[in-house]
């Protein structure tokens, strides 16, 4: 099936070539001459120079630009935009942002931090006095209730000695007769009695200083922890709060962007499936955004796609030829990208390398100005030029066909560089021979030559597709 194609299309070539053959002989440049009874058009072959070169289309644009980007947080809609191309001056307005939501977004944020101040006041203010409270304790309360506690053992030790003595009258009393058994048991119960109280009060004032008291400042240090830690908590939403309500107030002056020094200003470039520009009236832009550019018009340059071809023969430095609406320029390569531009459908599967070029500094530049850039390979002087399409390549040999006395001489060329209309000869030919353009269309010979090149290259195809095949996972 391939090659049924592949033969067809070989037709269709020599249909155009046939007609393009019969367009030759009701057309000829100086310098050709016809063969009207063999049918074909011949012209001599002579010297001169050759320009071996490539052109494509490109847009001017500058190498430095400065960008003016939205410093406005969230999506943000354009009321006001200067138009492409305005020269303007250090500190004009280029873009207005609508404020209406950033003033709301103050407002509220104003309220948020007047109460997030008073609360960072209002701990701070606790803070304070759970300090003061650990001191108070220390200094104040304890030693109230210490010296209470004093007081209280001093009398019980009192009464424990008065208590003693009454308890030993009683007992000489009872010796001598003047009382009862009973009273001097009952001496006896109330010594103890003081004995315990006295005890008890000792363990009282122990219990104070090692456990009441440690108890009492480990919950207010504990109280004074919590304190400063939400004080500290109040501070940070506070200041938070602060810097949100001037970052509000910051972005409400970016509403406003203005020139950051003079020159011209451009719209970005837009997608080439976008009809608008990409930055107007009514348009939503978001931070970081790029929405104009003022290029540096003294440092211009065009940036082109070359074909993947003749990529390897494009290096830095090479001379290039500009043209532009106001006349041509002489420029040069600035730089060949290592990688291509992403090739699918909608580039028609063309790959290509984006490539720069440099322009000097020349009045009247202005970005998005259509060019046309020639890339100058080489410049060969007084070489034996040969056309295009006089030349039938194989594998192994070129050959063209002379016209000798009106018949097609087949001729053996060796070759050199080219453009896309001539061809440099260095053997096989000499200046002033007639080669037959077109052979294809008018000679035999050249038709089966031909023929045999488009067969070994269907071989050369089936073989590749039967190993493809053979490689293929069953």
């Known amino acids: 099936m391939a090659r049924l194609i592949r033969r067809n299309i070989w037709l269709q070539i020599l249909v155009v070539a046939g007609v393009l053959g019969i367009a030759c002989l009701t057309w000829l440049p100086l310098g050709k001459s016809s063969n009207r009874d063999g049918g074909w058009v011949a012209q001599p072959v002579a010297k001169g120079d050759l320009t071996v070169s490539v052109t494509e289309q490109g847009i001017l644009e500058s190498s430095e630009n400065t960008e003016i980007k939205c410093k406005v947080r969230g999506k943000n809609t354009v009321t006001w935009v200067v138009e492409s191309g305005t020269f303007v001056q250090e500190g004009d307005e280029l873009v207005r942002l609508d404020t209406l939501a950033l003033e709301e977004s103050i407002n509220e944020r104003k309220k948020f931090a007047l109460w997030s101040r008073s609360g960072s006041e209002r701990s701070e203010a606790n803070v304070a006095r759970t300090e003061i409270a650990i001191t108070e304790y220390q200094e104040g309360r304890f030693q109230t209730e210490l010296m209470a506690l004093q007081k209280d053992l001093k009398i019980a030790e009192t009464n424990l000695t008065t208590a003693k003595s009454m308890f030993e009258h009683a007992k000489s009393m009872y010796e001598r007769g003047y009382v009862s058994q009973n009273a001097v048991a009952d001496r006896e119960f109330q010594t103890r009695q003081a004995e315990m109280?006295?005890?008890?009060?000792?363990?009282?004032i122990a219990t104070l200083e090692d456990y009441t008291k440690r108890l009492e400042i480990e919950k207010l240090k504990g109280e004074a922890a919590v304190a400063n830690a939400t004080h500290q908590g109040n501070v940070e939403r506070a200041v938070a709060d602060q810097k949100r309500l001037e970052q509000a107030e910051e972005e409400l002056l970016y509403c406003t962007i203005k020139a950051p020094r003079s020159?011209?200003?451009?719209?970005p470039s837009a997608a080439a499936w976008e009809t608008g520009p990409d930055i107007e009236e009514g348009a939503e832009v978001h931070r970081d955004q790029v929405l104009l550019l003022m290029p540096d018009l003294e440092k211009m340059q065009v940036k082109v796609g070359i074909h993947e071809s003749v990529i390897e023969r494009v290096k830095a430095g090479m001379p290039s030829r500009v043209r532009v609406p106001s006349g041509d320029i002489a420029a040069s390569v600035k730089s060949v990208a290592a990688v291509t531009r992403p090739a699918g459908w909608w580039t028609g599967n063309v790959v290509k390398y984006d490539t720069i070029i440099e322009l000097p500094k020349r009045e009247g530049l202005k970005p998005g100005m259509s060019a046309a850039v020639e890339v100058i390979f080489?410049?060969?002087?007084?070489v034996l030029k040969v056309p295009v399409a006089a030349i039938i390549e194989t594998s192994q040999s070129a050959y063209c066909w002379v016209d000798e006395g009106g018949q097609a001489q087949k001729r053996k060329v060796?070759?050199?560089?080219?453009?896309?209309?001539?061809v440099i000869a260095t053997a096989g030919i000499k200046e002033g021979d007639l080669v037959i353009l077109?052979?294809?269309?008018?000679v035999a010979e050249a038709q089966e030559i031909a023929i045999q090149v488009d067969a070994v290259a269907n071989q050369a195809e089936a073989v590749a597709d039967q190993e493809e095949t053979a490689a293929q996972p069953e």
């Open 197 to 204: 109280l006295v005890q008890q009060r000792k363990r009282d």
């Open 263 to 267: 020159g011209m200003v451009i719209y």
């Open 378 to 382: 080489a410049e060969h002087k007084d």
């Open 414 to 422: 060796e070759l050199g560089d080219s453009n896309d209309r001539y």
């Open 438 to 442: 077109n052979p294809i269309s008018h």
